[in-house]
């Protein structure tokens, strides 16, 4: 059954490839690397819940070698479970994985705004929970990718093709991100827009994470 949520398709919300991505993965045989890197960059360009989280990892570091070390510990999270669990075959339901993609922005948003230091006393180690949730990315497509049921011959090299595709793509937009965001830190503004702009990922991450239960629960 077709779940719609305000006549939007579940797919739409969720770890999705379009349709016309979708044919060409479930037809494609053999070693086609530049194909594969340019549907791992456009998944990562297009993928609004990586770049969510990725801004929220972001938002405050103002060091290109602090901005380096968590973007590589999310993308090797992703790499390490799309292969994992594409190559061993291991499916869990989108819907959950989903979810918890969206959960990640809202534990990264709260966790922006001390929430976790001033509830608990404790400050998660962010490097943990950024590699943790980059496990769980890579999880929900290679759910995907195993739906797809993507011929095996050539698979390994097109998956470490689809991989360096996802990281131009991660490259790519975290440039614009970061030139956007170098001119809003330097607003006078940027300080008390800062809590209103957590607010808004919270908020994202929310209604992403309410979108994908109710789908679990109604497909």
């Keep these: 059954m077709l779940f719609t949520i ?26 086609m690397i530049f ?21 929220g ?4 570091l103002y060091r290109f070698k602090d901005v380096a ?5 999310f993308a090797l999270g992703h790499t390490v479970t799309l292969l994992f669990g594409t190559l061993m075959q291991i499916s869990v339901n989108a819907y959950l994985i989903d979810a918890i993609i969206g959960f990640s922005i ?21 490097r943990i929970a950024t590699m943790i949730f980059g496990l769980f990315h890579g999880f929900g497509l290679a759910t995907k990718i195993l739906d797809y ?6 698979l390994v090299t097109n998956l470490i093709a689809f991989n360096v595709g996802v990281e131009i793509g991660q ?8 030139i956007a965001m170098g001119f809003w830190r330097r607003s006078t503004r940027f300080s008390r827009q800062a809590y209103s702009a957590q607010v ?11 979108y994908q239960l109710t789908g679990y629960f109604v497909a």
């Design 149 to 154: 049921q993507v011929s095996p011959d050539g």
């Design 69 to 73: 070390l968590y973007v590589s510990l």
């Design 6 to 31: 305000a006549g939007f398709p579940a797919e739409v919300f969720a770890h999705g490839v379009t349709e016309g991505d979708k044919g060409f993965i479930q037809e494609s045989s053999g070693v």
């Design 171 to 178: 490259l790519l937009a975290l440039s614009v991100i970061l």
């Design 106 to 126: 809202v534990y990264k948003a709260l966790d922006n705004l001390g929430a976790f230091q001033r509830w608990f006393g404790v400050q998660p180690d962010t």
């Design 57 to 60: 990892v972001i938002f405050f």
């Design 200 to 210: 808004v990922l919270m908020t994202a991450g929310f209604l992403l994470t309410g």
């Design 35 to 55: 194909p594969f890197i340019y549907l791992g960059a456009k998944h990562m360009v297009t993928g609004y819940d990586h770049l969510l989280f990725l801004v």
